[in-house]
């Protein structure tokens, strides 16, 4: 089966900085790349997804790329603001009804 | 906004007492999810259903059971709760039919603590 691996585990930037996360994936078949943001005591929100047929995309300050050769596709948050505090988890599909997360990175932003 | 509801946010259950944990969608999804979350090991994909009735295992389906006898509704059975089954669960739900790729929607999860 498919086998998502993400870094860094933990993530600490200042106020105003960019943060990026990345996950691997093993699978050729996924297509499909959905980030999630978990806050405490809350389930996973969607932020951003990418499929396949795509190298990039962007919403506002989050941008998500996938380089389908290596196998890995990036989150990038650009002028980071206290409130991204969160757990980010990545997540890979090629079916629709299975997914596979990373194991989640906890970025702090420092005022 | 799609809504995912789970009944309880925290529940402390005895070891060897049958655990249920329900869910509830309100966006007529075809697709439900329950997973475990545990420190250093993400989201685990437990059980899943693409339809009434229907139900596939995912990777950790041992010690667990499901039933979805209506479409907005999925739970989850622990038959016997044992320690190593606390955790936080997530249920989730989609949209879409076979392979579509649809992202998934979250509840705010259950938090079990077996004793």
């Known amino acids: 089966g498919e086998n998502v691996e993400q870094h860094p585990s933990t993530l600490s930037v200042q106020e105003g900085d960019s943060a990026v996360i990345k996950c691997t994936y093993s699978?050729?078949?996924?297509?499909?790349f959905p980030w999630y943001k978990q806050e405490l005591g809350k389930g996973p929100q969607l932020i951003i997804d990418i499929r396949s047929n795509v190298g990039e995309k962007k919403d506002q300050r989050i941008a998500v790329t996938l380089n389908k050769t290596a196998k890995h596709f990036s989150l990038h948050i650009t002028e980071t603001q206290p409130e991204d505090s969160a757990v980010y988890f990545c997540a890979a599909s090629y079916t629709g009804n299975q997914f596979y997360f990373g194991t989640g990175t906890s970025l702090t932003v420092i005022p | 906004d799609v809504k995912v509801t789970q009944s309880s946010r925290y529940l402390v259950k005895r070891t060897g007492e049958k655990v249920f944990l329900e869910c509830v969608q309100d966006m007529d999804h075809e697709n439900m999810f329950w997973y475990r979350q545990d420190p250093g090991l993400g989201l685990r994909l437990i059980y899943f259903?693409?339809?009434?009735?229907?139900?596939e295992k995912g990777d950790i389906p041992e010690g667990y059971s499901v039933s979805r006898e209506k479409k907005e509704r999925f739970s989850l059975i622990l038959e016997s709760a044992s320690t190593n089954q606390t955790s936080m669960y997530l249920c989730?739900?989609?949209?879409?039919?076979?392979?579509?790729?649809?992202?998934?929607?979250f509840g705010d999860g259950t938090r079990l603590s077996i004793l």
């Open positions: 699978d050729s078949a996924s297509n499909y």
């Open positions: 989730a739900s989609s949209s879409g039919v076979g392979f579509s790729n649809q992202p998934q929607h």
């Open positions: 259903s693409y339809d009434v009735k229907m139900k």
